[in-house]
C-alpha cells in the first residue's frame, strides 16, 4: 500500500469513528515525532495505535481491515495470569471488505457490532490438529445466549450484537448494507504470532513510501 492511501484511509477513519460517537485516546493524534520519544515508549512496546492491512494482497478495498488497538496486556502477564491480561481494539470493515479466515491459539475475543452496517461471520471449528473441520457444528454465545451453527455457518450480528470468539475457533467476516464499526474485547492481543490464516498471508502491510506518514502504524514501531 502506499503511504498516501494510508494516510487517507486513517483521516477517513477517524472521522467515521467518532461519528459513532467512539472517542479515541490521546495519543492517536500524536505525531510521528511524539510517538517515538520515551514518553510513548509502552504505547510502542504494547502495539498500541493506528493499524491498517491488506493482508499482503495489495487489494485494501477488497480483502483488508482497519483497526486502532487502544489498550493491551503483555504477554509475560498473561503467562503468569496476573497483570493486565486484557485488550481493546476498534475495527472497521468496509462493506463487502474481507477479513480472511482465520483462528488464535491464545486470544478469546468478543466481537461487537459498534454501528453502521450489519457484521456477518463465517465460522469453522478446529479439528484435532488444528486445521479447518467442516464438519463439526460450531457453537457460540452471542450476548451469552447460546447459538449451534452447522459447519461455515454465518452468523449476522445487528448493530449492537456481539459474539463471544474462543481461541482455535476459525472465522472470518464482513459487513454488508454498509460500512460497519467494529469493538474488540480480549485477551491479551499478539499480532506477530497468534494470527493463524487458512491461507498463508502477511499480518502486516508494505509500505510504499510515496509520502510522509501523517500517523504512525504499529508496524512502524
Same mark, same amino acid.
Given at each position: 500500500?502506499?503511504?498516501?492511501? *494510508?494516510?487517507?484511509?486513517?483521516? %477517513?477513519?477517524?472521522? +467515521?469513528?467518532?461519528?459513532?460517537?467512539?472517542?479515541?485516546?490521546?495519543?492517536?493524534?500524536?505525531?510521528?515525532?511524539?510517538?517515538?520519544?520515551?514518553?510513548?515508549?509502552?504505547?510502542?512496546?504494547?502495539?498500541?495505535?493506528?493499524?491498517?492491512?491488506? +493482508?499482503?494482497?495489495?487489494?485494501?478495498?477488497?480483502?483488508? /481491515?482497519?483497526?486502532?488497538?487502544?489498550?493491551? !496486556?503483555?504477554?509475560?502477564?498473561?503467562?503468569?495470569?496476573?497483570?493486565?491480561?486484557?485488550?481493546?481494539?476498534?475495527? *472497521?470493515?468496509?462493506?463487502?471488505?474481507?477479513?480472511?479466515?482465520?483462528?488464535?491459539?491464545?486470544?478469546?475475543?468478543?466481537?461487537?457490532?459498534? !454501528? !453502521?452496517?450489519?457484521?456477518?461471520?463465517?465460522?469453522?471449528?478446529?479439528?484435532?490438529?488444528?486445521?479447518?473441520?467442516?464438519?463439526?457444528?460450531?457453537?457460540?454465545?452471542?450476548?451469552?445466549?447460546?447459538?449451534?451453527?452447522?459447519?461455515?455457518?454465518? &452468523? &449476522?450480528?445487528?448493530?449492537?450484537?456481539?459474539?463471544? /470468539?474462543?481461541?482455535?475457533?476459525?472465522?472470518? +467476516?464482513?459487513?454488508?448494507?454498509?460500512?460497519?464499526?467494529? !469493538?474488540?474485547?480480549?485477551?491479551?492481543? #499478539? #499480532?506477530?504470532?497468534?494470527?493463524? +490464516?487458512?491461507?498463508?498471508?502477511?499480518?502486516?502491510?508494505?509500505?510504499? %513510501? #510515496?509520502?510522509?506518514?501523517?500517523?504512525?502504524?504499529?508496524?512502524?514501531?
Amino acid at each position: 500500500m502506499r503511504r498516501s492511501e *494510508i494516510n487517507e484511509i486513517i483521516a %477517513e477513519a477517524d472521522a +467515521f469513528i467518532s461519528s459513532h460517537g467512539y472517542i479515541l485516546p490521546p495519543f492517536a493524534h500524536w505525531s510521528p515525532e511524539q510517538i517515538r520519544t520515551a514518553e510513548a515508549t509502552t504505547i510502542r512496546e504494547r502495539g498500541l495505535g493506528w493499524d491498517i492491512t491488506d +493482508f499482503g494482497t495489495s487489494k485494501f478495498d477488497e480483502m483488508g /481491515l482497519f483497526l486502532f488497538t487502544v489498550r493491551n !496486556g503483555s504477554l509475560s502477564d498473561l503467562s503468569r495470569s496476573r497483570g493486565m491480561l486484557y485488550a481493546e481494539k476498534i475495527m *472497521i470493515s468496509r462493506k463487502n471488505q474481507l477479513t480472511p479466515m482465520h483462528r488464535h491459539n491464545l486470544k478469546a475475543e468478543d466481537i461487537i457490532n459498534r !454501528g !453502521g452496517g450489519d457484521l456477518v461471520i463465517k465460522l469453522f471449528a478446529s479439528d484435532a490438529e488444528g486445521k479447518i473441520n467442516r464438519e463439526a457444528n460450531v457453537s457460540v454465545h452471542v450476548d451469552g445466549v447460546k447459538h449451534t451453527l452447522t459447519a461455515g455457518g454465518k &452468523l &449476522l450480528l445487528k448493530p449492537g450484537a456481539s459474539v463471544t /470468539l474462543l481461541p482455535h475457533l476459525w472465522h472470518t +467476516f464482513w459487513a454488508e448494507r454498509a460500512d460497519c464499526l467494529i !469493538g474488540e474485547v480480549s485477551t491479551v492481543n #499478539d #499480532d506477530n504470532t497468534d494470527n493463524i +490464516f487458512e491461507t498463508p498471508l502477511d499480518r502486516f502491510t508494505c509500505i510504499d %513510501e #510515496d509520502v510522509e506518514p501523517q500517523r504512525l502504524l504499529v508496524s512502524d514501531y
